[in-house]
Each structure stands twice: as C-alpha cells, then as structure tokens.
C-alpha cells in the first residue's frame, strides 16, 4: 500500500524525532499533542535541527522551509482520519497507549497501518485494544531518531504481511536501515543492550573502578564508540532503569534487573546528560 500522509501521535524526545524524519522524507505529515503549546514546542524542536543541518551544509534553505512546511499539528486525533500510517510516541504506559490505539482504529481508514515506537511494553498488547489488530506493527527508532539508522520492524501474531511490508518499505524510504523482527521482550536491540549495561554497571561496584576507566576500557579493548557510562548518560538513567525494570519483569533474569547504582541515580536525579549530571558532569 502506498503511504501519503503520516501522523505521528506525542512530540516529545521520540515523536519528533520522528516527524521530522517524515517531514525530510517528502511526507505530509501531522503531529497530535494533547494542547497547542506542547505542540510548538515540538515544531519547535524540529525547526532547530533542520535548521543545524542547514547551518552545516547539509539541507538548502529551500528544503529546510519546505520539510517545515509539510508539518501541520492538532491536539484532536480526528485529524489523523486522512493517515496511511499513523506512529504513536507518547509516554510508555500500557493503559494510555491502548487508549489511543482503541480511539486510532476508529478514526483512520480500515487499511490505515498503525505502529507504536513501545521500547519494552508488548505490541500485541496494545494492539488487542484496537478495533483492527492485523494493521497495528512496532517501529521500534532509536534516540536520537533522525540520527541513528536504526528501525526494528515488529511484528505482532495478528500483524498482516503487508502491514508489515509497508511499515518497512516506509522506514527504507525514509533512510532508515529497517530490521525485520518478532514481538519478543526487548526486541532486538535492547534485548541485547540493557542486560550487558547493568553488567558493566555491576563491574564498576563489584571490582571498584571509575565510571571513566570502564569507558575507556571497553572503547579501546572491545571497539565500543562509546563507553557504557557515556551510553547510560546518553540515553538517560531513568529512561534505562524503566526498560530494565520492564525486560526483568516479562523476562525474570537477575541480569535483567537495574543494579542498585543506577536506582540510586535516578533517586538522586542524576539521570544523564539531560539533567547535567550522571556518570559525568555536563
Ligand atoms: N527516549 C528514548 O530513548 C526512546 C527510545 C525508543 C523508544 N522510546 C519510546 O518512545 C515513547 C515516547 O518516549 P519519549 O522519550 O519520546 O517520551 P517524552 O516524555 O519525550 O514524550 C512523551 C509524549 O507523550 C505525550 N503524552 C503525555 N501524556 C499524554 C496523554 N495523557 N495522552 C497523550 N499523550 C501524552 C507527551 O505530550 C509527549 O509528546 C515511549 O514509548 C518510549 O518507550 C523512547
């Protein structure tokens, strides 16, 4: 099915991110916040970084206005009825995630595909709340959005092949690297990352090292671009205490579970580089 029109529900971190990727993409696009003001603020957000990649040679100025001018906002999910493709970014909670898909599939058309960017919570459980099932699939982007390339593409049970098909074909066009895969705690990604973060936070307890020595052994012995500490901070303590909390409880893995350092940084709101502090100071 062709995609036309995109709508991306929540402009925060991720969602615009994501609208802004659809926007660079050639796609008209509309972003829902729950009022006007949190939707400027994500217009806002997009209209800095396009207006970097111009600073920096990489977009014309034309391009920029005309990437801007495909970006339309509305605080009513309504407006998403003329959407082929509708991805929800909002806070990762079950019960408001299967609120608006429930509310989604009785607005948009039947073939609409609709898609949630859920890190750990399970797709096929938010997408029993929709009246149409076999259209709903993961696109599971990765922080920063219009930077890293990364999409995984989930599929639910109920997932239709060409829901799914579209979906990735989309990400493609998009200049995404799309991966294909199934509705399993963690995905793909973070399956693999969040359980070997909290064993690099444990090493740093367990054998008394500085935050600093563990980035520098794992940049320079394993080839990591980046050390764990600088990772955790990157994405945000909270936001990882959350994911493994998550991934330990559908899964039951003590190596799932947030080491006890990382719990007390979220307590003391040293949560990373957002906050000016975590593992380093910013
Ligand atoms: N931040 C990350 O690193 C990251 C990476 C991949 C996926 N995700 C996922 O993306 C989703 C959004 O995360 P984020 O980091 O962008 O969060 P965020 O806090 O930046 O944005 C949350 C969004 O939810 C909206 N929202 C809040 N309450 C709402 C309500 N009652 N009804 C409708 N919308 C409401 C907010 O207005 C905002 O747009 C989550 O499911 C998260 O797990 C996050």
């Known amino acids: 099915m062709q995609i036309r029109k995109v709508g991306v529900v929540g402009l925060g971190t991720m969602g615009a991110g994501i609208a802004q990727i659809s926007v660079q993409g050639g796609w008209e696009t509309v972003g829902r916040e729950v009022t006007p ?3 400027e603020r994500g217009r806002a957000t997009i209209e800095r970084y396009l207006g970097r990649a111009v600073e920096k040679g ?3 100025a ?12 509305t605080t009513e999910l309504a407006d998403l009825a003329e959407c082929d493709l509708v991805i929800e970014a909002v806070l990762e909670e079950l019960p408001l995630k299967r609120e608006v898909f429930a509310e989604l599939s009785r607005v948009v058309r039947p073939d609409a595909i609709l898609a949630t960017n859920t890190s750990a919570l399970s797709v096929s459980e938010i997408a029993e709340a929709s009246e149409r099932p076999e259209r709903v699939v993961g696109m599971h982007f990765f922080n920063p959005a219009p930077v890293l390339p990364l999409v995984e593409i989930v599929r639910t049970p109920q997932s239709d092949d060409d829901a799914v098909e579209a979906a990735y074909a989309w990400a493609e066009a998009a200049g995404k690297q799309p991966v294909a895969c199934n509705d399993t705690p963690g995905f793909i ?5 969040i359980p070997l973060l909290n064993d690099c936070v444990r090493v740093l307890d367990e054998a008394d090292l ?5 980035d520098k052994a794992m940049t320079n012995g394993a ?3 980046l050390g764990p500490c600088a990772l955790l901070d ?3 303590i909270d936001v990882h205490v959350h994911a493994s909390e998550a991934l330990h409880g559908k899964l ?3 190596r799932m579970a947030p080491p006890a350092r990382l719990v007390e940084m979220q307590e003391q709101g040293r949560l990373g580089r957002k906050a000016g502090a975590g593992f380093y100071e910013y």
Do not use: C, Y
């Open 58 to 60: 990489r977009m014309s």
């Open 234 to 236: 990157l994405i945000g």
């Open 252 to 254: 039951g893995e003590e």
């Open 210 to 214: 500085d935050p600093a020595d563990v």
């Open 189 to 193: 990604v973070n399956r693999i990352l």
């Open 223 to 225: 080839g990591w671009p």
């Open 62 to 73: 034309t391009d920029h206005d005309a990437a801007l001018a495909r970006l339309s906002l």
């Open 37 to 39: 003001e949190l939707g």
